[in-house]
Each structure stands twice: as C-alpha cells, then as structure tokens.
C-alpha cells in the first residue's frame, strides 16, 4: 500500500515547479504528484473559482468529474463558501454530496487560497476507503497549495 510522503512530495513540487506561475502547470503538476502517491486517493482534482460562486472542473486524475459545481452544492461548493476544510469521513452522510462516482465513500476538499486571502480555487481528494482521511492529510495539503499559490 503506497502512503504519501509528505516531505518529499513537498520538495518534489517545490522542484518541478519552481519560477512556474501559470496556475494550469501548477495545478496540473500538484494533482500528478499527489495522486500517484497514495493508494488512497482515487480521484484528485482542482476546481476554479471562474466567475462569482461557480467552480469548474480543472487539472485531475482518475474517472470523468463534473464539469460545473456551484457554491451552493456539494462538499466542493461548501469548501469554497467557507473556506474552510471538509474532512468527510463518509459521503454518504453528507448532505447534498455530489457524486461523479458511485464507487467513493470519503472525501477531502480544500480551499485554494491566493496571495490576496481569495478562495481561487478548491482542491478535491475522493478515496473509494471510507474515512481514508485524516486531519493530517488537511493539515499537510493545507500547506502544500499555500506553499504554491500564496506565497
Ligand atoms: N464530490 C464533490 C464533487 C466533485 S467529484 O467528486 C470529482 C462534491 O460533492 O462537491
């Protein structure tokens, strides 16, 4: 079973994307790493703040996400009307959880802070485990896309 390494995929990141400043690369190189360093993630994924109170999909890995996802849906929606963390130990028992597949049962979703302090973007973990996450993982990815996008 393949567990993330937090330290080196941090110093991974923090090589393959230096002196980059295109949101897409970055977004894109960030999921690529993330995704195949752990068996736990299944789906991972950046959604973009695009106009007010409307994210839509961006750089992922694994099965077809949707497309648009409005603040006021989902576990994605709530990350970016808070900007808070959602560690969802079950899906399921999340009100108003979208599913872009059948086959997920817990999920981490994160803002996307910018320098401003502007939600930019979330970025969106699914595990077909449940309660695969943990506030540790919140607290390592937390640092990770503030590494990159608010620095
Ligand atoms: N589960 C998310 C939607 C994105 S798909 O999982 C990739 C949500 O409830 O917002």
Known sequence: MRHINYAE????????????????????????EVHHADDR??????????????????????GHGCLVIPFS?????????TG?????????AFPDHIACASSTQSELVLPV??????VIAVFDLDSDFPDAFTEVDA????????????K
């Open 9 to 32: 995929l941090s110093k991974t990141i923090a090589s393959l994307t230096e002196g980059e400043t295109d949101i897409v690369a970055l977004m894109a190189t960030i999921v690529c």
């Open 41 to 62: 993630f299944h789906w991972t994924g950046f959604y973009r703040v695009t106009e007010p109170d409307v994210l839509k999909i961006g750089p992922y890995q694994g």
């Open 73 to 81: 849906r989902g576990v994605c929606g709530a990350a970016a009307r």
């Open 84 to 92: 808070a963390v959602q560690l969802v130990p079950n899906v399921h």
């Open 113 to 118: 802070f910018d320098t401003n302090g502007d």
């Open 139 to 150: 607290y390592e990815m937390a640092s990770l896309l503030s590494s990159v996008f608010a």
